[in-house]
C-alpha cells in the first residue's frame, strides 16, 4: 500500500511538471498546447540518449533546450505563419514523432538500465540514510520546487506580467507597446522547456523510453491541472501553481486507487479524458440549467396564470 | 504634430462587400490640438483611428507623428507615441490581473525582468486617487470586479501615464451612463489640459463635439467634409451643424446613437 502511495506522489511530481507547463500555455497564454505529447517524448528521448551518453546532469538541460526548440517552432507557426494555434501545435506533434525515433537512433525503445541518471546519482548520495527509499520522490520534488519558485518569480516580472495579459487582453498588450507575438513565443518556449525536463525525469525514472511515452499527456495534464483548479480555488500565483501540483498528485491517487480496484492499467487514458469532459463541461452546463429547466417547465401553447 | 497625407483604405477589394472606408483623407493636426470629430454610422471615424494607431496599414498615403514616417509602423511599435480609447471600456485593460499589475504593464517601467517596485505602487497610488474613485485602495483587486465607469478612468490614467504625443479617443463615454459619462469627460478634459496632450475625440455628442477642444471635424463617407475651427466654430451651434452637414451630403445626418443636446 505504502508503495503504490510512494509511486503514486512520484509520478504525481513528475507529470505535475508538464501540468505547469499547461498552468502557463493553457491558464496564462490562452493556448492549448497540443504539441505537448510529442515534447513530453522529445525530453524524454533526448535526456536518454544524453544520459547513455555518459552525462546524467547533462541531460536535464539538454532535454529542457530541445523543448524549449519544440515550443519556440510552435509559437513561430501560430504567430507568424498564420496557422492556428491547435493546428500548429498538431502540426509540430506530428513532426516530433519522427524527431524523436531519429533521436534514439532510428528505435523506438531505449534502455538505461544500467545508465546514470540524476536518479541513480542521488541513490547512491543518500545510501544509509533514512531517504534512501524516496531518491525519485526527492528528485522530483526538487524539480517541481525549483519550477514552481521560477514560475511566481517570474510571472510577477514584466515580461511575466505581459505574457498574462496576452492570454487575457491581447489588444491591450499590444496598447502598452509590446508585441502579443514576442510574449507568445517566450511563454511556449518557456512551457515546452518544463513538459520536457518532465518527459525526461520520467524517462529516467523508469529507466526506459518508447516513443509512446508522452502520449495523451496533454489530456492527462489538462485533467490534473482542472482537479488542482478546483482545489486552489482563488488565489495567487503561488497558490495556483501548488494547486496544479496537487492536481497532478490528486490524479494519480485517483488512478492508483482504481488500479487497486482492478480496472485495467489502459482505462487511464479513458479515465483522463472524462475528467477533462466534466471539468470544462460541468460549469457550461450548470450555467445552461435555468434554461433547461425554462423549457421543462414551460408548457407549449398554453397561456400562464 | 500629426499629419495624415492622401491616406486611403479600401476592405475587400475587387469583392461584392468591397467598401471604400477612407477616401484621400488629408488632415494637419498642430501640437496641444483637441479635435473633435462626428458622422454618421460607417462615416470612417474609427477607421481613421485606427489607420493612425496602426491596426491596419492604408492602402496608400503616408502618415506623419512628430515628423516621424509611422505610415509602415507596427502597431505595437506606434502604441509608445498613441495612447488610445476604445468605446469598449473592457478593451483597454485585463480583467484577470490586479489594478496595479496593469498599470505596471502601462507605465512599462524597468526592464523585462523587474518587479513593480515600493516607489512605483506609491505613484500608482498616488496617480490613481486622482481619478476619485477609491481605487487607490483596491490596488490589488483583480480590474474585471470594476464597473464600466471604473475601467474607462483607469485606462484613461493607463493610456496617459506616459504622456502620449497624441491620445486617440473613440466614443470612449458611449457605453456609460449618463453620470458616469460626465465624470470620465471631466477627467479627459482634466488629463489633456495638465500634460497638454494633443487629442482626436469621435463622440456621437453634437454639444460636447461643440464645447470640447478647439476644432471640430465632419466626416462622411470616408472623407472629411468639413472642418471648422477657431472664430467660426465658436459661432456654431448644434442645429448650424447639421444644417452644414444637409449641405454638404445632401441628406440628413443619420447616426443612431446621435445626441442632438
Known amino acids: 500500500m505504502a508503495s503504490i502511495l510512494q509511486t503514486a506522489l512520484e509520478l504525481g511530481l513528475i507529470s505535475s511538471l508538464t501540468v505547469l507547463a499547461l498552468f502557463l500555455s493553457y491558464s496564462m497564454l490562452n493556448v492549448c498546447d497540443l504539441s505537448t505529447d510529442g515534447c513530453f517524448t522529445l525530453g524524454a528521448v533526448v535526456g536518454a540518449v544524453v544520459a547513455l551518453a555518459g552525462h546524467p546532469y547533462l541531460s536535464l538541460p539538454a532535454a529542457m533546450g530541445a523543448g524549449m526548440l519544440s515550443g519556440l517552432v510552435t509559437a513561430l507557426l501560430q504567430t507568424k505563419m498564420g496557422i492556428d494555434s491547435l493546428l500548429s501545435g498538431i502540426i509540430v506533434n506530428t513532426g516530433l514523432y519522427s524527431i524523436n525515433i531519429a533521436v534514439m537512433g532510428g528505435a523506438s525503445l531505449l534502455n538505461m538500465n544500467k545508465t546514470e541518471t540524476v536518479f541513480t546519482k542521488l541513490k547512491a548520495l543518500l545510501k544509509s540514510t533514512p531517504l534512501s527509499g524516496t531518491y525519485k520522490t526527492v528528485v522530483a520534488l526538487i524539480a517541481v520546487a525549483l519550477v514552481i519558485a521560477f514560475l511566481t518569480w517570474f510571472l510577477k516580472t514584466r515580461l511575466g506580467l505581459a505574457i498574462r495579459a496576452t492570454g487575457n487582453n491581447p489588444d491591450m498588450v499590444r496598447s502598452s507597446s509590446i508585441n502579443p507575438a514576442f510574449t507568445t513565443i517566450v511563454g511556449l518556449c518557456i512551457s515546452n522547456s518544463f513538459t520536457a525536463l518532465s518527459g525526461c525525469l520520467l524517462a529516467q525514472s523508469q529507466k526506459s523510453v518508447n516513443i509512446d511515452i508522452g502520449s495523451g499527456m496533454v489530456t492527462i495534464a489538462l485533467a490534473s491541472l482542472l482537479i488542482g483548479r478546483a482545489f486552489a480555488g482563488r488565489g495567487g500565483i503561488a497558490r495556483k501553481a501548488c494547486g496544479a501540483v496537487i492536481g497532478a498528485i490528486i490524479f494519480r491517487l485517483v488512478y492508483a486507487a482504481a488500479l487497486r480496484f482492478h480496472m485495467p492499467a489502459f482505462m487511464l487514458k479513458l479515465v483522463s479524458s472524462v475528467i477533462v469532459i466534466i471539468a470544462i463541461a460541468g460549469p457550461y452546463l450548470k450555467s445552461r440549467y435555468p434554461e433547461f429547466h425554462r423549457r421543462m417547465t414551460h408548457r407549449a401553447g398554453k397561456e400562464e396564470k | ?261
Open chain 2, 1 to 261: 504634430m500629426l499629419r495624415l497625407t492622401h491616406i486611403s483604405k479600401t476592405f475587400n477589394p475587387g469583392t461584392v462587400n468591397e467598401k471604400k472606408a477612407l477616401c484621400d483623407i488629408s488632415l494637419d493636426v498642430a501640437d496641444g490640438d483637441f479635435i473633435s470629430i462626428i458622422g454618421s454610422n460607417g462615416a470612417g471615424k474609427s477607421t481613421v483611428f485606427n489607420a493612425i494607431a496602426g491596426s491596419f496599414y492604408t492602402d496608400s498615403g503616408s502618415i506623419f507623428l512628430d515628423g516621424e514616417d509611422i505610415t509602415l509602423q507596427p502597431e505595437h511599435v506606434r502604441a509608445k507615441k498613441i495612447g488610445r480609447l476604445f468605446q469598449d471600456p473592457m478593451r483597454g485593460s485585463a480583467p484577470g490581473m490586479t489594478i496595479e499589475e496593469n498599470l505596471a504593464l502601462a507605465a512599462g517601467k524597468g526592464g523585462w525582468f523587474s518587479h513593480i517596485s515600493r516607489a512605483t505602487r506609491e505613484e500608482f497610488r498616488e496617480r490613481l486617487s486622482l481619478l476619485g474613485m477609491g481605487l487607490e485602495d483596491r490596488m490589488q483587486h483583480p480590474v474585471g470586479l470594476l464597473s464600466g465607469g471604473q475601467r474607462q478612468a483607469l485606462t484613461l490614467m493607463m493610456a496617459t501615464f506616459n504622456p502620449p504625443k497624441l491620445l486617440l479617443l473613440d466614443e470612449h463615454t458611449a457605453a456609460l451612463d449618463p453620470a458616469t459619462a460626465e465624470k470620465v469627460l471631466a477627467l479627459t478634459k482634466d488629463i489633456v489640459e495638465k500634460n497638454a496632450l494633443t487629442c482626436l475625440m469621435v463622440t456621437h455628442n453634437m454639444q460636447t463635439a461643440l464645447d470640447l477642444g478647439n476644432r471640430t471635424l465632419m466626416m462622411d463617407n470616408g472623407r472629411i467634409i468639413y472642418d471648422a475651427s477657431s472664430d467660426m466654430r465658436s459661432r456654431l451651434n448644434v442645429e448650424d451643424l447639421l444644417v452644414l452637414f444637409r449641405e454638404a451630403v445632401g441628406k440628413n445626418l443619420d447616426n443612431d446613437r446621435m445626441m442632438l443636446g
